[in-house]
């Protein structure tokens, strides 16, 4: 496991950003991964399909393309001129609608199966707008509590949502790693998007399944709410905590946690 660390200046924010991933205890490859892109305010985590022929090149297929297109707050930004619309969350379905479509034309190139989720966030001044693909999950820790902003796109979430399971049916079920959307596995694909305001304090946690597979959000939030610990040492934790407990997948968590900017004394 190889944590990458580091922090940037955005809006009215002091931003510590760290992430990691790990291909847990079982499986010899690592489909995960994920993307740190400070200058654009981007952070995303990406989990191959297991059982497809080549889950890891969907993943980094779709971040690459995500890092390529990405909307920035700089002037000059190609992806301006594809896409004429400054509304954050059409940009963001835009940006999201290219990235699937790369990706799967990439899929028909190499005459391979492969999809992969995703969730990603981008921060824009004193908000963030999010996208989520499959069950890769965000969340956000605020006021000693920790929530979960996306829900996921998957048959047991489906089936619960329709109270045909309960939630405790839901995480014991055999079905419970099948997704129902999925970057580049169709010519389009539906992402949810939201936007949310950002306050002082707060941690956006991005998520693979390796990690809400083998920890529950009690678990996660004890974890995040450590003041001893850093956001790099929070993230380095849950990623030992998940393959203590077995590390039956792969795991990748990005955190970012948003401080107060301090002023330089004369």
Not at 35 to 51: K, N, Q, R, T
Not at 173 to 184: L, Y
């Amino acid at each position: 496991m190889e944590l990458l660390e580091g922090h940037c200046r955005m809006g009215g924010f002091q931003v510590v950003y760290a992430g990691a991933t790990d291909p847990g205890r079982v499986r010899r490859c690592n489909e995960d991964n994920l993307l740190i892109y400070p200058e654009a305010g981007v952070f995303a985590v990406a989990d191959g399909l297991g059982g497809l022929d080549a889950g890891d090149v969907a993943s980094s297929t779709a971040l690459a393309h995500l890092r390529e297109l990405v909307p920035t707050p700089f002037a000059g930004n190609r992806f301006f001129a594809l896409f004429n619309d400054k509304h954050p969350l059409r940009q963001l379905e835009a940006v999201v609608a290219a990235v699937n479509r790369r990706t799967y034309e990439h899929r028909m190139t190499l005459g391979k199966n492969m999809a992969t989720t995703l969730a990603m966030v981008q921060l824009r001044g004193d908000k963030v707008v999010l996208a989520h693909v499959g069950d890769s999950r965000v969340y956000r820790w605020r006021d000693n509590a920790l929530h979960c902003l996306t829900s996921d796109h998957s048959l047991v979430n489906e089936l619960v949502r329709k109270g045909a399971l309960t939630a405790s049916q839901a995480r014991q079920s055999s079905q419970r790693h099948v997704i129902t959307r999925a970057v580049g596995a169709e010519p389009t694909v539906m992402p949810t998007l939201q936007q949310q305001p950002l306050a002082v304090g707060d941690i956006l946690l991005l998520c693979t399944d390796g990690l809400t597979s083998m920890l529950s959000d009690r678990d996660i939030g004890q974890c995040l709410g450590n003041a001893a610990t850093t956001i790099g040492g929070s993230v380095a934790q849950l990623i030992t905590l998940a393959n203590q407990a077995g590390g039956h997948d792969n795991i990748t968590v990005v955190g970012v946690i948003l401080l107060p900017i301090e002023e330089k004394s004369d």
